[in-house]
């Protein structure tokens, strides 16, 4: 792991394993001069909202999400999971983006009885062995859980790999590649291309 610092208290690092190198941003308290922790801590809480200077509880706002291509030289993947409570089933999905953005291969699959943490963890996973398989070294992994430290996405940003996740909750097969996407999965990617933004309401 090789750590670089910017302003403010942020920890960059570079992560290398098995062929595959991952880029993380992680926000990191350890930065902050010891017995200082509280303190920054209460200066975010206090902190005026960006929005509006006359912020009210549970206030929404509508925001543009759009998926983005990657950058030069790197794939990006995308992974999902979709879990069915009441069948007690689920799936993941993954897939990888070339740097322009266009398909490059996917897989999906079946899980049974698996909690929300797990099948996105078995979505990222088979989107890394996915793209190492494939020979990238240059990999940036976006997922729309909030439960990984990686580079989180908007849901409407991450379109395609919720649809490779439904196919697998919606199937019975453990794992699924797919060398060509569905006209309706080519779609999807076309307008990511294209940078299509999508409304999203989120709570400030």
Same mark, same amino acid.
């Given at each position: ?6 302003? $403010?208290? #942020? *920890?960059? /690092?570079? =992560? &290398? ?6 880029? %993380? ?75 322009? $953005?266009? #398909? *490059?291969? /996917?897989? =999906? &699959? ?6 929300? %943490? ?87």
């Amino acid at each position: 792991m090789r750590i670089g610092l910017s302003r $403010g208290p #942020w *920890v960059f /690092g570079s =992560y &290398g394993n098995g062929g595959i190198r991952l880029v %993380l941003i992680v926000a990191s308290l350890d930065l902050l001069p010891r017995g200082r922790e509280g303190a920054f801590v209460d200066m975010i809480n206090k902190a005026s909202d960006p929005i509006t200077s006359h912020p009210t509880p549970n206030t929404k706002l509508v925001i543009s999400v759009a998926w983005e291509k990657p950058l030069n030289g790197w794939v990006k993947i995308n992974s999902d999971s979709s879990v069915k409570n009441d069948s007690h089933s689920g799936g993941f999905g993954a897939l990888v983006h070339d740097e322009n $953005g266009c #398909w *490059v291969q /996917g897989v =999906y &699959g079946h899980i049974f009885n698996p909690s929300i %943490l797990k099948a996105e963890a078995w979505g990222t996973r088979e989107g890394l062995i996915l793209a190492k398989n494939l020979g990238f070294e240059q990999v940036i992994l976006e997922t729309d859980s909030k439960g990984f430290l990686i580079k989180h996405c908007w849901r409407e940003a991450n379109r395609s790999a919720d649809y490779l996740a439904n196919l697998g909750a919606g199937g019975h097969e453990a794992k699924v590649l797919m060398s060509h996407p569905t006209v309706e999965l080519s779609l999807i990617i076309q307008s990511d291309v294209m940078g299509i933004q999508l409304p999203r309401t989120v709570r400030v």
